[in-house]
């Protein structure tokens, strides 16, 4: 299949609902790189390579050198905001990253002032800030955030923009009726219905603008019916949902080693303690079941009992979250798995991961900005399910199960870039460098 890129903009808009920690250390880490003051470690998209051929033709470029992404110079940020500080004020308040380099930056995240938020303190309990919009219906919400973005692209000179969700977590909502289509979704924001979340308003006024939509958090917003109608009407990629950070990440890539050698588990208990705006809002319950399910999902899906019985029918798998302000952004998670081996002899992993969230995830933000829109020029529309390598619950269509094991995903990841650019899959099967017959057959 042939595949016509669109030309890469000569600058790209990045649209933050959230100018908390993530979104800030995400651009600030930017400027301070512009600047020469680091590298973009921890991102792919700038300092992964990707095998293309054989291995004996030793070509492995760089991806930002293999694809054609914008440059991280070529960046352009705005976002909202419940508080009126600038993305300056905003950054000290987190306290992730140190003052010595949020003053480098400072001309350039005083810059950033967010825009007036659609929020709803229903929706996330422990949180509450001024710079709010106000409106009859949700619906009247919706085209003011799309008057907002409009406004963005022409005071900025942009073509291309995408979304980037850094917001916080949402009270649990299940899939209902007015979920389900486009037209029962408008009557339901007209109506003010309470399964329509602010989250999910800021994604229908981004598939109305064809604007691609990435969701950093747990929240049901781009993973509805609904929502997949817009993105398909308006050829807009969406992804999804909740940056693969801390705890998850691990599980990510011990589980499938676990699974890998066929070694049983009988428990995995799991707990974090963390005090930064995140940590106070999943100390709300209904926001932290919106995060559990998000969590407990990973290993299902990666042993996948069903198939395992004897290995992990009986796994118990148990997540807790602790709201500890000291800690501010320094996340401690705590993880005891139960093992079992040969003769089902019992053994122990330990595992206290401290780590920073928002350092963690604001390489994925990066990444995801450039990606999306790579997806939007490349024709890509609806679910992106090749970038589950970013996410804790990665979207997916109803009839398939989710991808979770991180070596896999990766696979699917850089595969697709092969094909984008029309190279070659990698299977990574190899028998030709071994078999006389058909390495000389693939000489012919």
């Not at 900025?156 to 289509?181: F, G, P």
């Not at 939007?376 to 619950?393: A, P, T």
């Not at 696979?411 to 030709?432: C, P, S, V, W």
């Amino acid at each position: 299949m042939h595949i016509k890129i669109k030309q890469t903009p000569e600058k790209l808009g990045v649209l933050i609902p959230g100018l908390g920690a993530i979104g800030t250390t995400f651009i600030a880490g930017i400027e301070l790189i512009k600047k020469g003051y680091s590298k973009p470690i921890g991102s792919m998209t700038q300092m992964g390579t990707i095998r293309l051929g054989k291995r004996t033709e030793h070509r492995n470029p760089l991806i930002k050198d293999f694809l054609p992404l914008n440059k991280i110079d070529e960046l352009v940020f705005g976002g909202w905001d419940i508080f009126e500080d600038t993305a300056y004020d905003s950054a000290k308040n987190a306290q992730v990253l140190s003052n010595e380099h949020i003053e480098l930056v400072k001309d350039e995240m005083i810059s950033i002032k967010p825009m007036k938020a659609v929020f709803d303190k229903k929706y996330v309990k422990k949180l509450d800030g001024p710079n709010v919009k106000k409106a009859a219906t949700k619906y009247d919400l919706a085209l003011m955030l799309m008057d907002d973005i409009k406004n963005f692209k022409k005071a900025n000179d942009l073509t291309n923009v995408v979304m980037v969700w850094c917001a916080s977590t949402e009270v649990y909502i299940e899939l209902q009726e007015v979920h389900q289509t486009v037209e029962a979704f408008e009557k339901a924001m007209k109506e003010n219905h309470k399964a329509i979340s602010p989250s999910m308003l800021y994604a229908y006024a981004a598939m109305k603008l064809g604007i691609p939509f990435a969701n950093g958090a747990p929240n049901l917003t781009v993973d509805i019916p609904a929502i997949w109608a817009l993105a398909k009407e308006h050829q807009v990629p969406i992804a999804g949902k909740d940056y693969k950070t801390g705890q998850t990440l691990m599980k990510t890539i011990i589980a499938p080693g676990l699974k890998a050698r066929l070694l049983g588990i009988n428990g995995w208990f799991s707990t974090n303690i963390l005090g930064n705006r995140d940590g106070e809002v999943l100390d709300d319950p209904e926001s932290f079941k919106t995060k559990e399910v998000s969590k407990l999902g990973v290993l299902d899906y990666i042993l996948q009992p069903e198939q395992n019985p004897d290995l992990y029918k009986d796994l118990y798998h148990k997540v807790r979250i602790n709201y500890y302000p000291p800690r501010g952004d320094n996340k401690e998670g705590w993880d005891n798995i139960d093992i079992f081996g040969w003769l089902g002899y019992p053994m122990q992993i330990k595992i206290d991961f401290l780590c920073k969230d928002s350092i963690l995830a604001a390489p994925i933000v990066l990444d995801l900005v450039l990606l999306m829109d790579l997806a939007k020029r490349v024709g890509f529309h609806g679910i992106q399910e090749w970038l589950s390598f970013y996410f804790k619950s990665p979207m997916h269509l109803p009839e398939l199960y989710p991808e979770h094991d991180l070596f896999v995903q990766l696979a699917k990841f850089k595969n697709t870039l092969r094909y984008i650019m029309q190279e070659d899959m990698i299977t990574h099967l190899g028998l030709d460098y071994y078999d006389d017959q058909l390495r000389d057959k693939d000489k012919e």
